[in-house]
């Protein structure tokens, strides 16, 4: 079993920044898929960035050049740095991990407002 908890969100300005860290449990294993969803009310989940298996990035193009993921494999812990948000970066972010199975966090609510 694997458990997820995200930390981190909470309410900023346009242009400002978060971090989000997500610690998880378990049997983990560093090549693991892992990493950043998030889902808006009224939208569906998307991906926001992730570790793919074997450790390469992969992020949404909305993101890209505002947002980084990073991995601490001694703490199973993985961050999300959230530079120049925009409000339509409000939303529920979940953590993602894959291993033999979806696992998800609780979500943790982030709010840019305008």
């Known amino acids: 079993q694997v458990q997820l908890v995200e930390s981190g969100g909470g309410l900023v300005q346009a242009g400002g920044s978060l971090r989000l860290s997500c610690a998880a449990a378990?049997?983990?294993?560093?090549?693991?898929?892992m990493g950043w969803y998030r889902q808006a009310p009224g939208k569906q989940r998307e991906l926001v960035a992730t570790?793919?298996?074997?450790?390469?990035?992969n992020y949404a193009d909305s993101v890209k050049g505002r947002f980084t993921i990073s991995r601490d494999n001694t703490k199973n812990t993985v961050y999300l740095q959230m530079n120049s948000l925009k409000p339509e970066d409000t939303a529920v972010y979940y953590c993602y991990y894959y291993s033999f199975g979806d696992y998800w966090g609780q979500g943790t609510q982030v709010t840019v407002s305008s």
């Open positions: 570790f793919t298996t074997g450790g390469s990035t």
């Open positions: 378990g049997n983990i294993f560093s090549r693991n898929p």
